[in-house]
């Protein structure tokens, strides 16, 4: 039996997480305060950290460099600093085997890689496909590339 000193009630160790003092319910509602405290800047800065090993100075150099639209498909990303229920309205592409960053996705062109799972093959004969059988998209393409 262990005490949590923020709801004062005695409780099994299994109602704790392994090393925390307080039991599973305080420590998710702390947590979940401790989130939404934080400056939006911030939670971006520390997700980023944490979950890819990017400086926030690294991500805006590849928002800036890609004009703010994704590296794939060029179209405009959402505010960095929005979100819906603590999801973003875009991806952070890395290497699954390296974890190396590699651009900011939207999730459409995020999808497409993960399907392929990053083969460059598998996307080469995609492409050969779809020019061989036709593609609406290749018209939405070359109006992409007459407009740059």
Not at 108 to 121: E, I, P, Q, T
Request: charged share 30%.
């Amino acid at each position: 039996m262990k005490r949590c000193p923020v709801c004062e009630t005695e409780k099994n160790l299994d109602q704790f997480w392994k090393g925390q003092y307080l039991c599973i319910p305080c420590q998710k509602h702390k947590q979940r305060n401790s989130w939404e405290s934080r400056s939006p800047k911030k939670r971006l800065e520390q997700h980023l950290k944490y979950k890819y090993g990017v400086t926030h100075q690294e991500f805006l150099n590849a928002w800036d460099s890609q004009k703010g639209c994704c590296a794939i498909c060029d179209v405009e990303l959402p505010d960095l600093m929005t979100y819906e229920n603590r999801k973003r309205k875009y991806a952070i592409d890395h290497n699954h085997e390296t974890g190396d960053f590699r651009g900011i996705l939207c999730l459409n062109c995020n999808s497409l890689l993960g399907m392929a799972k990053d083969s460059v093959d598998v996307l080469a004969k995609a492409i050969s496909y779809l020019e061989e059988k036709g593609s609406y998209g290749l018209m939405l393409v070359d109006n992409m590339r007459a407009a740059k």
